[in-house]
């Protein structure tokens, strides 16, 4: 004698996902399976997966087998899923086969939000975290280890050999040539190891997830997983967007800073980030398309070897030229030269010959020359633009970093479930958009965000023409019953 309805309270996080998934054109987005074939068994409606998901993902269930286990088991979800229990290797899939439509469900939302005006893209600060992958550091290789590995096998050969000379019985030389023959075997697997990473034309080669790198977790402890870029509106504190691939930050700002200005289609946007994230050149990318970064600034490499450092040196951007603190003017020839990464241009003066204050500028005999990076131009600006605005770079921990903190302390994601950088960003995707849709019941308050929710989902299916979609779905769900009570389906 009881109803389902009456155990599920009226704000519940369950009753939420239940209309922002209906909110959602999941055929626009790309997921699989949204109408139904007229032969063989239905498959589950892809919002029956997704609800799930997204209410597992709330509280700390990610893996399948949990989902299916608490499909089992959990009140809230009977509710959710209209009693329906997917197996776990359905759940399993669901994941696997709609990696890029959950970025495109995490952008769609995104959208939604800056239709509600709770994400402006005025600012937004860019920062990472690490997860670890589904490799584990021994099956993650560089030259450097397989040397190391090569040459203790080699080592050990070598004494097992001494010890064959030196043994006194038969059974004895025997054991120690079954050691020298375990240890061949797995010279050779290293050799095989030594060969894919060779050919991969790679640094590192992770044998289970070719595609996580060996980065570093906290301070010193590296493990294989995966750097996750995260951009969050400073409004009230948003995920706006997500990428994942390079091992450090270095190189991340420009692509974070233009997908997000694209995505949310403003004009203007300034980004905050930290010190791993300032690099000429991306500085000089932001600019070019009108993004502002207050990026703090790095101590010039020249600053601790005692003699006139950088600021010494005054910049004449009209002629390109420095002015020294002896007085003299530094010319350039103009030529771009490659240094490593960078590409600088260089500065003397032939003033450096008769100076009298050489000993506290260089020890250099052809006296001292400058490198100037072509974008020091950029950096500079963005120094400026930090130091005059103090107040405004601390806004960054505030707007981000705390996020990282709820997403890996309260709910488990420290790790991946899954392999491959389109899987895992589409896990990150995901949760980002629970956090999101927590965050605005917490702004906008359970009521008004269901109300909202339901507007849309309402003009979604009387404008956009997708109402057959939800008969289909009910269909879907009436079919799925009729199969579990074993009674004859009903046609479509
Ligand atoms: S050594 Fe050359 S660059 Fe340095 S202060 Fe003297 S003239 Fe200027």
Redesign the pocket.
């Given at each position: 004698m009881l109803a389902l309805e009456e155990l599920v309270a009226e704000d519940s996080y369950a009753r939420l996902v239940d209309v922002f998934v209906d909110a959602l054109p999941l055929e626009e987005l790309g997921f699989t399976q949204t109408t139904c074939q007229k032969e063989g068994r239905p498959p589950y409606h892809p919002a029956v997966l997704l609800k799930l998901y997204m209410y597992g993902y709330r509280h700390g269930l990610r893996s399948s087998s949990k989902l299916h286990q608490a499909c089992l088991v959990n009140v809230e979800l009977w509710w959710l899923l209209k009693g329906l229990k997917p197996s776990a290797r359905t759940i399993c899939y669901f994941r696997h086969n709609n990696a890029a439509a959950f970025k495109k469900a995490f952008r769609h939302f995104v959208l939604m939000l800056k239709e509600w005006k709770l994400i402006d893209g005025e600012t937004i600060a860019i920062d990472s975290f690490k997860i670890r992958a589904q490799n584990s550091l021994k099956q993650n290789f560089n030259q450097k280890k397989i040397n190391n590995h090569l040459e203790y096998i080699d080592g050990k050969i070598e004494q097992y050999r001494k010890e064959i000379d030196e043994a006194d019985s038969l059974f004895q030389q025997s054991e120690l040539m079954n050691k020298i023959h375990r240890q061949k075997k797995k010279h050779e697997t290293y050799k095989k190891i030594e060969k894919e990473l060779t050919e991969s034309g790679q640094s590192q080669l992770s044998r289970v997830d070719p595609e996580a790198r060996a980065v570093v977790l906290h301070r010193n402890i590296v493990n294989v997983g995966y750097n996750v870029q995260a951009g969050c509106d400073s409004k009230h504190k948003l995920f706006v967007n997500a990428q994942t691939g390079a091992v450090n930050d270095t190189h991340a700002l420009a692509d974070m800073a233009i997908e997000a200005k694209e995505l949310l289609g403003v004009k203007k946007m300034k980004t905050l980030t930290d010190k791993g994230y300032t690099t000429g050149a991306e500085l000089a990318r932001c600019a070019e398309n009108d993004i502002t970064t207050y990026s703090s600034p790095k101590a010039h490499s020249s600053q601790k070897n005692g003699l006139?450092d950088m600021q010494d040196f005054i910049y004449n951007e009209k002629e390109d030229t420095y002015t020294?603190?002896?007085g003299?003017t530094?010319h350039t020839n103009g030529t771009v030269y490659q240094k490593g990464k960078h590409r600088v241009k260089h500065y003397k003066?032939k003033?450096?010959k008769g100076?009298a204050?050489?000993h506290l500028?260089?020890k250099n005999k052809n006296?001292?020359f400058i490198e100037r990076g072509i974008h020091q131009k950029a950096l500079e600006e963005n120094a400026k633009r930090v130091n005059e605005n103090p107040d405004y770079y601390r806004k960054r921990q505030q707007v981000t970093e705390h996020q990282f903190g709820t997403l890996k302390r309260q709910w488990g994601f420290t790790h991946t479930l899954v392999k491959g950088k389109e899987n895992v960003l589409a896990e990150v995707h995901l949760t980002f958009s629970v956090y999101n849709l927590l965050r605005c019941m917490q702004i906008l308050g359970t009521e008004k965000l269901r109300m909202l929710l339901k507007e849309l989902a309402s003009l979604f299916f009387d404008q956009i023409g997708l109402f057959e979609n939800r008969i289909s779905h009910s269909f879907f769900l009436i079919r799925q019953k009729s199969i579990l009570k074993n009674v004859p389906s009903v046609g479509l």
């Open positions: 006139y020294c603190p002896a003299s530094l003066t003033a450096c100076c204050v050489r500028c260089t006296g001292r």
